[in-house]
């Protein structure tokens, strides 16, 4: 079965230092892998997505997250964290049955001035 | 703007009284799906619809209705709410639901059963 799973439900970074947000995957099929970011009191916005070539592949706000299929990852780093960035971010995979999207259990990001 | 619109954000009820939430998407998308969203279970999809008349229960439908009889609207209603159907609810729309297609979501509706 299809399954995205977030290491560390908190991550706490202080302003300027690196962003890593880790997810593995489980999937018998090709993934498609995506991330979304949700800010406090919004809806899910799409940060990035991994679909086939690039295995690099970056998103907005300075987001990029590196596909690997060795290690059945897909980490998502920032190089500099910034305050706005404090928002909850999931991971996740769609299913092939019924096309919903199946999110890791969500990181929640602090960054501390 | 291509968008998910949700109305209302914000809802207050009793117990027992209908409510419809709707969710209208400008962006000719086929498929259309509603998730809820609770503290320590993540987000659950609740139904989901692949095409106009076309619709089909998610991991949570029970005490939940859809209906998609245009492609730009999918509303969900609750005929006769209860407290534990108190969440977050997402609309989300995406071209199709294969696996590369982005969902995209409204901002959400907070609703609170008394």
């Known amino acids: 079965a299809q399954s995205v799973t977030q290491l560390g439900s908190h991550v706490s970074v202080s302003e300027g230092a690196l962003v890593l947000l880790r997810c593995n995957y489980s999937?018998?099929?090709?993934?498609?892998l995506f991330w979304y970011v949700q800010y406090p009191n919004q809806g899910l916005q799409l940060l990035l997505k991994?679909?086939?070539?690039?295995?690099l592949v970056k998103g907005i706000n300075g987001f990029e997250a590196e596909f690997k299929k060795s290690e059945t990852s897909f980490h998502l780093t920032k190089p500099s964290a910034h305050m706005s960035d404090a928002a909850e971010y999931f991971c996740?995979?769609?299913?092939?049955?019924?096309?919903?999207?199946?999110f890791g259990q969500g990181t929640t990001l602090q960054v501390k001035p | 703007e291509a968008q998910v619109t949700q109305n209302p954000r914000y809802l207050i009820t009793v117990t027992g009284k209908k409510l419809t939430v709707t969710c209208s998407q400008n962006?000719?998308?086929?498929?259309m799906s509603w998730y809820r969203q609770d503290p320590g279970l993540g987000l659950r999809q609740i139904y989901y619809?692949?095409?106009?008349?076309?619709?089909d229960k998610g991991d949570v439908p029970e005490g939940y209705k859809v209906s998609r009889k245009e492609k730009r609207n999918f509303p969900l209603i609750l005929e006769s709410p209860s407290p534990n159907q108190t969440s977050l609810y997402f609309c989300?729309?995406?071209?199709?639901?294969?696996?590369?297609?982005?969902?995209?979501f409204g901002p959400g509706t907070r609703l609170t059963v008394l």
């Open positions: 962006m000719n998308h086929e498929y």
């Open positions: 999937s018998s099929v090709p993934p498609y």
């Open positions: 989300a729309s995406s071209l199709s639901g294969g696996f590369i297609d982005t969902q995209y």
């Open positions: 991994y679909t086939t070539g690039a295995t």
């Open positions: 619809s692949m095409n106009v008349e076309v619709t």
């Open positions: 996740a995979v769609r299913s092939s049955n019924t096309g919903k999207l199946i």
